[in-house]
C-alpha cells in the first residue's frame, strides 16, 4: 500500500500522478515502472535550474525541515539545494546532539512538532523503521533519506536515473543489465534498495560480491530470484567483474558493526583500482559508488587513480541526486507543470558544471 498522509488517496493501487501529491517516500516498494518514470521525466525537466540556466520561485514561502540524525554530507545538502532551487527555505537539524531526542522525545513527539514546521520533511535516522514511525505521527509528507541498514530510496532512484543514461549512452539499456556489486551488502541501505528498485526490470544478471559475512540478505535474493533474475553470489572480486555493465562499489558500513574491531577486519578486502580495472573490465565498463568513499590506507576500496577514467560515474551521480530530489519534491507538492510559471534566466555568471 501507498502510504500518504490524504486519507482520500488511501488504498491506492499502483503510483498514478495523483498518488505522489501529498505522499511520504519511504521505501523504494511503493514504486512500479510508471512511477519511476514519471520520477524520471521530472528530473530531466530540472536541468536548467540545476545547471543554473534558469531559476524559478514555485515554492516560494514554502519550507523543508530537513531532519538529519545521522552523518551525512551529499544526502543532506543535496536535498537542501534541490529545495531551494525550486524557490523555497531550508530549516535543518545536522546533528542528533542539538535535537531533544537525546532528551529522550519520541519520534511521535518530534513528528507532531516538527511538521507543524515545515512543509515536507526528510528525515535520516540510524534505526531501522524509525523515518516510517516518524511519518506515521507527521502532518506533512515525509522522505526516507536513510534509516539505519533498511532502505535509501532517493540514492537508489538517483542510482537508476544514472544507469539508465550511463547505459543509454553505451547503446544498452536498463532491460537485460549486468551489475556487480561489490562490497558491504549487509549493511548498506543504497543497494538493498537499488536490488529492489531493478527487479522491476526485465532479466538483471546480478553479480554479489562480498566477504560471506556481509553477503546480501536473503529476502533481497529471494525476491531478485522471484523477478526472474539471475543472481550470482562470490568472494572473487577478479573473475566476477568482467562482463559486467556497472560495478557498483560500497564502503564498509563501519557505524552498523557491534564493535569498530569487527569492522576493521572487511575494510580493504576488494578494492577498485585503474590497473584492476584495464586487466579485468570490459572497455566503458561503469564504475558506481554511493559515496563517501573510504579513502583511508586501510580501506580504500575505490583507488584515487580511477578519478581520470570517464567511465568512472560517482559525481554524475552526485549531480544527478539533486535532480532526482528536485523531481520529488515537486511531484509530492503537485507543482512539476507549474515549474515554468515563475521561471526566468539567471543573471549572474555561471561555471558550467555540466
Ligand atoms: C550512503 C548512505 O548513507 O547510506 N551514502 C549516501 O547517502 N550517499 C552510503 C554510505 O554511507 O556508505
Redesign the pocket.
Known amino acids: 500500500m501507498i502510504r500518504t498522509i490524504r486519507p482520500d488517496a488511501l488504498n491506492r493501487t499502483g503510483f498514478s500522478k495523483i498518488d505522489f501529491v501529498g505522499s511520504h517516500i519511504l521505501s523504494v516498494s511503493q514504486f512500479d515502472r510508471h512511477a519511476i518514470d514519471q520520477v524520471f521525466a521530472a528530473a530531466d525537466s530540472m536541468v536548467p535550474f540545476a545547471n543554473r540556466q534558469r531559476v524559478t520561485r514555485v515554492l516560494e514561502g514554502a519550507i523543508l525541515g530537513n531532519m538529519f540524525f545521522e552523518p551525512?554530507t551529499?544526502?543532506r545538502v543535496s536535498f537542501g539545494c534541490a529545495w531551494n532551487l525550486l524557490g523555497g527555505e531550508v530549516r535543518e537539524t545536522a546533528e542528533i546532539k542539538t535535537s531533544a531526542i537525546t532528551k529522550g522525545e519520541s519520534f511521535y513527539d518530534t513528528a507532531r512538532v516538527l511538521s507543524g514546521y515545515s512543509d515536507v520533511i526528510v528525515m535520516r535516522h540510524k534505526i531501522e523503521g524509525s523515518v516510517e514511525e516518524f511519518a506515521s505521527a507527521s502532518r506533512v509528507p515525509v522522505i526516507n533519506g536513510?534509516d539505519g541498514s533498511n532502505e535509501?530510496p532517493s540514492?537508489a532512484l538517483l542510482d537508476l536515473f544514472t544507469i539508465r543514461k550511463e547505459v543509454g549512452d553505451r547503446g544498452k539499456s536498463v532491460d537485460n543489465l549486468r551489475i556487480a556489486l561489490i562490497g558491504d551488502l549487509r549493511y548498506?541501505?543504497?543497494v538493498h534498495s537499488l536490488c529492489r528498485l531493478l527487479t522491476l526490470y526485465n532479466n538483471v544478471h546480478f553479480s554479489l560480491i562480498s566477504p560471506p559475512e556481509l553477503s546480501l540478505g536473503d529476502e533481497y535474493i529471494e525476491e531478485m530470484r522471484a523477478g526472474g533474475h539471475e543472481v550470482v553470489e562470490s568472494t572473487d572480486l577478479h573473475g566476477s567483474i568482467s562482463h559486467a555493465d556497472i560495478l557498483y562499489v560500497?564502503?564498509t558500513?563501519e557505524e552498523r558493526f557491534p564493535t569498530q574491531e569487527e569492522a576493521e577486519r572487511y575494510k580493504g578486502l576488494f578494492r577498485l583500482n585503474q590497473s584492476i580495472y584495464t586487466e579485468y573490465c570490459e572497455p566503458n565498463t561503469v564504475i558506481m559508488h554511493?559515496?563517501?568513499r573510504d579513502s583511508r590506507g586501510n580501506a580504500n576500496e575505490l583507488d584515487n587513480d580511477l578519478n581520470e577514467n570517464p567511465n568512472l560515474a560517482i559525481f554524475r551521480q552526485t549531480d544527478n541526486g539533486v535532480l532526482i530530489r528536485m523531481a520529488l519534491f515537486a511531484l509530492i507538492l503537485d507543482v512539476a507543470d507549474k515549474i515554468e510559471d515563475t521561471a526566468r534566466n539567471v543573471s549572474w555568471y555561471t561555471a558550467k558544471r555540466f
Open positions: 551525512s551529499r544526502t536513510g535509501h540514492q548498506g541501505r543504497a560500497t564502503r558500513q554511493p559515496l563517501p
